[in-house]
């Protein structure tokens, strides 16, 4: 005869320690899944293809020393113009807009993404002292049209700006709306610090879904840091953002690395020639790289913007991260000259890779897969 109390208290143990083996298997998983990814270690982050891009204090110091009296001035100020706001409205065909630096806004696919807002005086932790921008954003706040999400490359100030993002959150809450802000992996507490609750962080390679619209976080060669004592413990990357009508990329803040050719191969069976092939547009930051010995690893300069526009295999890029703030030694005006010359030493045309007023929109043709052009 079975004595049921104890069978029941049977089951219940057996039940409680595979509960209990489960878990720790899961959770060490868990834990293994993380650790056996290469650009995660237990101090913070780290770069696919080179150990270290930021460099020690000694070094700033002797780049401080030895740029010290350099005349940085521009010969003319970075080309601006009124905004077209009626198309910001309503843009027939997708549609890029540069506001400035690293800032921009991109209509595709049925969605408005802005991408590293910064709309403050200066790019830096206090507005009284730091990189003050040399001209206004292209889009002032209040003109902006509903923005759908906002895209974050990584937490230096010149992409992650406090006040922006908090007027930003403001604006859509006012208008009974929501802007998700996607970022990488160990921002959303920042986010969520300042009460904002729509966030979605991201490792690389992993991507989140709106309205049909994917966007990945890919890797790229950088560092992130707001403070002395947080160097590279959140994520940084760059975006790939694929819609049925246009797939673009920006490349966020990064020294050249062959994270883009990776990148390239990543999306490949989503871009064949049939697919209607490769990124329709590409942002690719081409300021802030000089001198070489400091910057190289962390940003990359117009020749290697050119190559990383080539890697990814895009059809069209634009070049972005210049003529706002003076962050490095070139004068603001240098970008765009030794860009011209990268063109024509790596036999690209300035249709394919050009530069933008601030302030200036262009509009791209919708992408077509060979069977959307049967269908016709
Ligand atoms: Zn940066």
Redesign the pocket.
Known sequence: MVNWPIAAAKYAFIAIISVAILTFFSNSNAQNDILSKAHHTPTGFKNNYTPKVNKSFGDFLRWQWESWGLDKTANSPTPSVQADLALLKAPASPAVTWLGHATALVQASGLTVLVDPVFSERASPVQLFGPKRAQPPGVAMADLPDIDAVLIS?N?Y??LDRASVALLDEKAKAAGKTTLFIVPLGLKAWFNGMGIASVVELDWWQHHTIQGVEFHLTPVQ?WSARSINDRSTTLWGGWAVLGADFHWYYAG?TGYSRDFADTAKHFAPRQSEALGGGFDLALVPVGAYEPRWFMSQ?HVNPMESVRIHQDVGAKRSIGVHWGTFALTDEPLDQPPRDLAIARQALNVTEADFGLLAIGESRQFAKRQSKNTLAAR
């Open positions: 990584h230096h010149d992409h950088h803040d962390q």
